[in-house]
């Protein structure tokens, strides 16, 4: 048997290429706030933008170093547009990366990859002949639907929520959450019903750890393809795929 | 029956991957201007027919596909797991698309994140592929995009991609106004 740091460090191991990184974060939280892309637009979204980094580095996410050079950008923006004129020019060092310059030109690929998903894709909208019926085959695409953005802001507000209820300056010494068994039980759940809302999967009564582990798990089932978002309802909706 | 264009019919219809007109004036002995209008012709029949399917251009040629009306008859018929692009996946797809031959730190540079993952899958799906070294330290690789990219995306050329800077141009608009 496996002991518990065992399982604790496969959890970090999780490699999460499903989030698109912090230009993309950036980018949302713009168009979120009917922003358009300026030095001024970030300063109003700086805060909204490290409260993400805070939850992410909560699941110890891989990713987080540069996720971090942008929030370091963003603090020395905010630095500078808060100096009189004549100090700035002294003051602040030359930046390393010209944020907006950047997002700018992201914005243009992530258009760009938004028409090659609304093309006429083969295996998807149009099939050809032979038809490859072998599992998995190379005729048949599909793209990923959904935002993940939507559903780690439904994450964190939860863990904000969650924060009323602590109890401060006691600590209990909680029981690590088993990984593997979490898994299990998510997807037993889906066995008996196919579509499940929000609140019922991130049920608060289990504790902080256990959102966090449910919410990876979670993840690497969309990022597989067993489970899609329905984003549409007025509560995030899971839907489980059959494999 | 055994028209020039007849015989055209029956390559393409029989081919898995799109056939070129070369191949075909090459392989019937036959004028290329020849071949192409005896395809245009074909286009044009099918088109006009009450089929499902169509000839259409595909990564320099040609290619019987079915009609996008029948797409849910067809996935439900078929039933198997698809392949999974993911929303990364699709940015460095189209990185590459545009910057062919690029090296991944480039795409890194363009996406502030760390592309591995994807490129890793995109390679593995055969919709890029390594062709070659970049000549400075380290030599990293560079990737382009395959044929099977220009099949699976319906695309005849890179060229037919929209030209990104247009996506980028209400912003200009946007500052002129301030």
Known sequence: MSNINDINSKQVDIKLDIFEGPLDLLLNLIKENDLDIYELSLTKITEQYLEYVELLKEIDFDDIGEYLVVAAELA????????????????????????????????????????????????????????????????????QKTDIWKLIT???????????????????????????????????????????????????????????????????????????????????EFEYKEG | ME??????????????TPVKSKEIADFLGENEVLIRESINE??????????SINIEEIAGGFQFRTKDTFKDLLTEYINKKPYRLSRAGLEVLGIIAKKQPVTKIEIDKIRGVDSVGAINVLIERELIKVVGEKEVPGRPY??????????????????DLPDIEEFGEYEKEAESEI
């Open chain 1, 76 to 143: 020395r923006i905010k630095s500078r547009m808060l100096l009189p004129d004549n100090d700035a020019e002294d003051e602040i060092e030359e930046p390393e990366i010209n944020l907006v310059e950047m997002l700018k030109e992201y914005k243009k690929y992530r258009a760009l990859s938004e028409n090659l998903q609304n093309r006429e894709l083969l295996g998807r909208d149009t099939f050809k002949r032979p038809a490859d019926l072998s599992l998995r085959s190379n005729t048949l695409w599909e793209v």
């Open chain 2, 3 to 16: 028209s020039l264009k007849n015989k055209i019919e029956a390559i393409i219809f029989i081919s898995d």
């Open chain 2, 42 to 51: 074909l286009i044009a029949a099918w088109n006009e027919m009450d089929s």
């Open chain 2, 142 to 159: 560079l990737y382009s995009t395959t044929e099977l990219f220009l099949e699976v995306f319906s695309l005849n050329s890179i060229k």
């Open chain 1, 154 to 236: 439904s994450v964190k507000k939860v863990l904000q929520l969650e924060n009323y209820k602590q109890v401060p300056d006691i600590e209990i010494e909680s029981e690590p959450i088993d990984h593997a068994k979490r898994k299990k039980e998510i997807i037993q759940n889906f066995g008996i019903r196919k579509i499940y809302k929000f609140s019922e999967i991130f049920d608060l009564k289990f504790g902080r750890d256990n959102i966090i582990v449910t919410f990876l798990i979670i993840l690497d089932m969309i990022k597989e393809g067993v489970v899609e978002i329905n984003e549409n309802k007025e509560e995030i």
